[in-house]
């Protein structure tokens, strides 16, 4: 997609400005990731997050199998 002169320059002006750029930092530094506990990814809400999105889809569970193996190979 191309853009016509008027935006380019409006573009430019717009990456100069002190203020955009404060507030590009402002959003990077109060990101919030939901599944982070401490830094670290929780399991606990990985897994909430993809049931809720199971159910949002309404896909029919799966159900348990055990997992057994009698080969394993490293």
């Known amino acids: 997609m191309l853009i016509d002169e008027a935006a380019r320059a409006e573009l430019l002006a717009l990456s100069n400005s002190e203020a955009m750029r404060n507030d590009g930092a402002h959003v990077a530094a109060n990101r919030h990731n939901p599944l982070l506990v401490d830094g670290e990814v ?5 897994m909430e997050f993809l049931t809720q ?4 889809l309404n896909h029919p569970i799966k159900p348990s199998r055990p997992f057994i ?6």
Do not use: F, G
């Open 42 to 46: 929780s399991a606990d809400r990985v």
């Open 53 to 56: 999105y199971n159910d949002c």
């Open 69 to 74: 193996e009698t080969n394993m190979k490293l």
